[in-house]
């Protein structure tokens, strides 16, 4: 079994790119809890190449697609839309079904370049972390999953060599 944990990023102070001074020790305090990675893999955004060094690990890898997604996807869905309202989204097969596809194909081709017993840590941001978990288990109960994922927190996906087949929220306290 291989697994990603795909955490949001940790907190900034807007309208700054930068975290802030409480998402750096957010950020170190979700990091002595977790690990070790095979890899990291981050957007390219300031605030989650950030997030994965106060956690205390070196960034492998950039990606834009972990960034955000573009105006169209935002016409379909709010940002903070709710687990159930994504699914339909993706559901209708538009734009969000596109863009959560491509999300899914991004992260299966890094996955089934693991070796087996590893873990990779992907740091992106609140919206495309929900979408993930969405399309990567389009029959899943969302109304056991919660609301929307705050700072650092994320989703564990266990996959097989072919599929993600198991899910694990991971949630934390906020409380630097």
């Known amino acids: 079994m291989r697994y990603l944990e795909i955490r949001r990023h940790s907190i900034r102070q807007k309208p700054g790119i930068h975290l ?73 097969g538009k734009k969000t079904e596109k863009f959560a596809s491509n999300l899914k194909r991004l992260l299966t081709e890094i996955a089934e370049k693991m070796p087996d017993e590893t873990s990779l840590l992907v740091i992106t941001h609140g919206g495309l972390l929900e979408i993930i978990g969405v399309i990567c288990f389009p029959q899943a109960d969302y109304s056991t999953w919660g609301g929307s994922f705050q700072f650092c927190e994320g989703i564990k996906l266990g996959f097989d060599g072919k599929n993600f087949v198991s899910w694990e929220l991971l949630r934390v306290s906020t409380c630097a």
């Open 20 to 92: 802030s001074h409480e998402g750096v020790l957010l950020a170190r305090k979700t990091g002595e809890t977790i690990g070790p990675f095979s890899k990291v893999v981050t957007s390219n955004l300031a605030r989650a190449v950030e997030t994965a060094v106060a956690m205390g690990f070196a960034v492998d890898e950039e990606n834009e697609l972990l960034g955000y997604y573009d105006d169209k996807v935002e016409k379909e869905v709010r940002w903070n839309a709710s687990f159930e309202d994504l699914a339909e989204a993706i559901r209708q």
